[in-house]
Structure formats: structure tokens, C-alpha cells
């Protein structure tokens, strides 16, 4: 019996020595401790159901330190909204068009203090200041005077997607107006329309009563205007363009500009916030707000601005980033009150070229469309970057902004700390 006795214990020892082994060999990193615990956070905020499904990323300088999705993509087939869900990103979009614009000026193609006359085959012309020329940095820093109207942009710019089932989605939507696939016509058409004098879609309030380089006034149609310059200037469409020199390099293998682009299974439907269905849209101005995109691929994006900003990036030389992440305006180029200096990601209060520095530091663009919901920053000063994306618009709705949309941001900064991020060096590339 003793021996018998001894035996038994010499295997039990044996098999606690091997268990303790395999969980030396594989031990629970710290970080991913941490990560669960944000995933177990971010998912109680979800459940306040104010929003129906979003996904957030986070990186720094090395690559993505955090992926995920959480909540509905579809709320009648209850599938999952996950880090590879894809949906358009809204004006996140339009820091593509800084990225091509630099890439455009490193080919020999343009200059961004080039008259924009230069290349377009329409005429745009302030009539309050004739004799003043438009350049490209005014369409890039918003300061160009043309403006965004409601009849002209907010009423007429969105196009719903051809061979759709309406009856089941909600297309009248109170802030865009979701128009009829056969109003859709070429990007270009509809520009010289809305910006000649005399032109289809011309009214006096499409231009703004400032001087060309003396205002600040976010312009949608001044963005799409710059994309139809980069592709007058290279000869290339605007979303072959960017497909060959930004979401290639970087295989953002899910990314397109059209539906046609990208595989639509994996694509969020969009909700209004009373959960009310829109169905799918597009833009005759898509290069303002229409890259659809999943946070997989925006954290690849996002990896690249750190490093460009940090004159280490791959898609444009050093100079090329540093002139793009360079402050252009001043207080005078704002109207008095209009910068918020206590909101610290509000990218408008000094803008560079197609993306802006908050007064707090933080380097990045926000947007929201119907439906839709993106903020993309990161941290000049740590190298580290935030990226949320939502499938249900806030609308006017402070519950869900204070609730979940601002509580996921913050817990995602909260987090940076916990986790072992490896500390950039002391390297400024602007």
C-alpha cells in the first residue's frame, strides 16, 4: 500500500509539474488581462443600447494594439458588428484627399499654391471678389469662400444605391436628403453646376462674402472640388487614384469608394437613433465622405499617419507628411467664438491640409452622416491613436453622445495607459 501510495504521488507531482509547465510555456499576457477587461467595458456600454453597433481600434507607431466590434451590424438578422464590419466613414474620408494631394505635388503634377483654374475646364469664381484667384491650399485649409448650401449640397448631394427593396427602410431622412438613384449624375457635371455663375445648381450663397485665403468655412463641395483637381492634374479618376497609392500600399484589402468595390455581405446596414432602417447610399460628392472602410483597415490608415507625422511613413517622403501635418491658419482666418478652445477633439480649430490639430494636440478629422458616426485622432505628443465608427447616427440625441459614443473614446484614452505601449521616440515630424 505504501508503495502503492508513493507511486501515486510521484505521478500527481509529475502531472502538476507538466500542468505548471504548459501555463509557464503559455501564460496570459498582461496585456491581453487588460485588453479582456476593456472588451468587458466597452461591451457594458454597449448595452446601454443607445447605440446598435460600432467598432473601435487603437494604435500606436508599431501597429494595431487593439481591434474590436461590438453589438448589431443587422438588427433583423442579429449579425455581429466586428472589426471587420465595413461601412462608409463619413468626412474621415476627406484626409485621403490630403494624402493624394501631397502624393500629386511629390509626382510633378501640381503645386498647392497653384490657381485651381489652372486645371479645371469650368470656371470658379467668387463673384463678390472677381479679380481674386482660388489655389489649391485654400480648397485643402477650407478658406476658399465656397460654401455648403441646403438646397444646392445638403438636398441634392445623396444618392440612394440602384435595385433597393424601399419598403422596409426609411429614406426620409431630416438632414440629407436621400435622393432618387436617377437624380445621380457625374461628380463632375454636378460641380461646374453648383459653381458657375449661371450654372444648373448656381445660387448667390454658394460662395460666401470673404476674400479667397481670408475665411475659415468647412466646404464639402471645396473638398470635392480638390479631388476633381488631383484627378484633372494626373489624369487619373480619384478613387483609382487613391486605391493605387494609399489603400494598396497598405492593404486596406476591405476599403473601396462604391459598393461595387467592396464585398457587400460584410457590409453594417445602417439606423437611424429611433433604430428606423436607411437603406444604402452614396454621394455624387463621394470623395468628401464615402470611403467605406472596416476599423481593421482604418487602424492601418491611422498606423501610417502616426508614422508619416513621426517622418517615417511609407505613402509620401518626409517633407510631403511634414507640409501636410503643418498648421496653415491663424485666429484672424476665424470668425470671433467660432474655435472651441475646450473641446479637445475638435480637428477644426487649426487646420493643416485635409486634417487639424484640436486645441488640446490631438491630430485628426471627425465626421457624420446619415447613419454614421467616426472620429479618428491620435496623440501627437504619446504616438498613440484612437479610431470609433458607428452604424447609427447621433442626431440631436445628448443621451447617446454622453452615454456610450464619448464613454467608448474615453475609455479607449483610458485604457492607452493601462496597456504596455512602447514609448515613441523624441522624434516631431511637423
Not at 196 to 218: H, L, S, T, V, W
Not at 356 to 366: D, E, N, R, T
Not at 377 to 399: A, L, P, Q, S
Request: proline share 3%; glycine share 6%; with cysteine.
Amino acid at each position: 500500500m505504501r508503495k502503492l501510495a508513493l507511486i501515486l504521488i510521484i505521478v500527481i507531482s509529475f502531472s502538476s509539474c507538466n500542468q505548471n509547465k504548459k501555463n509557464t510555456d503559455n501564460p496570459i499576457s498582461e496585456n491581453q488581462i487588460v485588453m479582456n477587461s476593456l472588451t468587458a467595458e466597452l461591451d457594458s456600454i454597449q448595452k446601454n443600447g443607445l447605440i446598435n453597433g460600432f467598432a473601435v481600434a487603437m494604435v500606436d507607431q508599431n501597429g494595431a494594439l487593439y481591434e474590436k466590434g461590438f453589438g448589431l451590424a443587422n438588427i433583423e438578422t442579429k449579425e455581429k458588428y466586428t472589426e471587420n464590419t465595413i461601412q462608409h466613414i463619413a468626412s474621415v474620408s476627406k484626409t485621403l484627399i490630403g494624402i493624394a494631394l501631397m502624393k500629386a505635388k511629390e509626382m510633378g503634377k501640381l503645386n498647392l499654391d497653384d490657381p485651381i483654374q489652372n486645371y479645371l475646364p469650368f470656371k470658379v469664381i467668387n463673384p463678390n471678389y472677381p479679380n481674386e484667384t482660388i489655389t489649391i491650399r485654400q480648397l485643402a485649409t477650407h478658406t476658399s469662400g465656397i460654401n455648403d448650401t441646403d438646397e444646392q449640397y445638403m438636398e441634392r448631394a445623396w444618392i440612394l444605391t440602384k435595385d433597393q427593396d424601399l419598403t422596409k427602410v426609411s429614406s426620409d431622412y431630416p438632414a440629407q436628403k436621400l435622393n432618387p438613384y436617377e437624380l445621380n449624375i457625374p461628380m463632375e457635371k454636378y460641380l461646374k453646376g453648383y459653381l458657375e455663375i449661371n450654372g444648373a445648381y448656381y445660387q448667390d450663397d454658394n460662395y460666401i462674402n470673404f476674400k479667397p485665403g481670408e475665411r475659415y468655412n468647412y466646404s464639402n463641395i471645396g473638398a470635392t472640388l480638390c479631388a476633381l483637381v488631383i484627378e484633372k492634374a494626373t489624369g487619373q479618376a480619384f478613387d483609382s487614384f487613391t486605391e493605387e497609392h494609399i489603400l494598396k500600399p497598405l492593404s486596406m484589402n476591405s476599403s473601396g469608394w462604391s459598393l461595387e468595390d467592396v464585398d457587400i455581405k460584410k457590409h453594417s446596414r445602417l439606423y437611424r437613433n429611433d433604430n428606423s432602417l436607411l437603406p444604402f447610399y452614396t454621394a455624387i460628392t463621394y470623395p468628401d465622405g464615402m470611403l467605406i472602410s472596416s476599423s481593421s483597415d482604418m487602424a492601418k490608415y491611422l498606423v501610417e499617419l502616426i508614422k508619416g507625422y513621426s517622418g517615417e511613413g511609407t505613402l509620401l517622403s518626409k517633407e510631403s507628411y511634414k507640409e501636410l501635418f503643418t498648421e496653415q491658419l491663424s485666429d484672424n482666418n476665424f470668425a470671433e467664438g467660432e474655435r472651441n478652445a475646450d473641446h479637445p477633439y475638435d480637428g477644426d480649430y487649426n487646420p493643416a491640409i485635409f486634417i487639424g490639430y484640436s486645441a488640446f494636440g490631438f491630430v485628426g478629422h471627425s465626421g457624420g452622416d446619415a447613419g454614421v458616426a467616426t472620429w479618428m485622432y491620435f496623440d501627437k505628443e504619446k504616438k498613440t491613436g484612437r479610431y470609433i465608427v458607428i452604424n447609427c447616427d447621433m442626431g440631436n440625441d445628448e443621451r447617446a453622445r454622453e452615454l456610450e459614443y464619448y464613454a467608448v473614446w474615453d475609455k479607449m484614452n483610458e485604457y492607452f495607459d493601462k496597456l504596455n505601449v512602447e514609448k515613441p521616440a523624441h522624434n516631431n515630424g511637423s
